[in-house]
Structure formats: C-alpha cells, structure tokens
C-alpha cells in the first residue's frame, strides 16, 4: 500500500479545497482509509476516516463541513473541505489500516501513511 496526497493549498476565507490520497499498491477486502492531521506544535488528531466496505466516522471539530469519501474503482480518497477556519491550517496526512475503522481519536492504529500535503487557511 502506497499513499500519495495532493489538494494542500493556502486558501483565504471558507475555501473550498478537496484533498486527494490516491492508493496504489495493495488492495483488500476489508480496510479503513483517514485522514489526519497535525498543525504545528500540535499533536495529530483524526479527521474523518471511511471504510471501504461503508461507513465513515469524523471528528467533531469537522462535522458538518468536511466530507469523506472513498471511490473504489479509482483507489482514491477525497476530503473535502468547506466552511474552513484558520484553526483548519495544518499538515493533512492520508493514512491506511487493515480492517475496521476506529474512532478518530485513535491516531495509532494504521499502519500506512503518506507524506502529507499542507493546508493553510487564512
């Protein structure tokens, strides 16, 4: 499994901005694909996380203005992002785990990350 992000950008005001994580290498029947992020000096926190056989789990400080989706056929994962804040700003990773999803607040279960791509708002 490789993860490759792309879509980080600086944007001003409430956006929108869609982040992409393209998955190539493996591909199982049952896993969960994220995101998460880390803003500087901060720890990284989930942000919304989808199981490809269905189901989707966010954090709350993202409800309601990011949606997570997962298209099958292309292997790729979206975020996107609308209604975005200046506390948005971070480094966003995609990350990838063998089974089921787990709550957003668990940030050590996957075993698969990329190398993240940084999202500035302001």
């Known amino acids: 499994v490789q993860l490759v992000e792309s879509g980080g950008e600086s944007v001003q005001g409430a956006g929108p901005l869609r982040l992409s994580c393209v998955n190539s290498g493996g591909v199982y029947r049952s896993y969960c694909m994220g995101w998460f992020r880390q803003a500087l000096g901060k720890e990284r926190e989930g942000v919304a996380m989808?199981?490809?056989?269905?189901?989707?789990k966010y954090a709350d400080s993202v409800k309601g203005r990011f949606t997570c989706s997962y298209v099958k056929d292309d292997h790729i994962l979206y975020l996107q992002m609308d209604n975005l804040r200046p506390d948005d700003t971070a480094m966003y990773y995609c990350?990838?785990?063998?089974?089921?999803?787990?709550?957003?607040?668990?940030?050590?279960?996957?075993?698969?990350w990329g190398q993240g791509t940084q999202v500035t708002v302001s």
């Open positions: 989808v199981n490809i056989r269905g189901g989707s």
């Open positions: 990350a990838a785990r063998i089974g089921t999803c787990y709550d957003p607040s668990n940030t050590y279960s996957y075993g698969y």
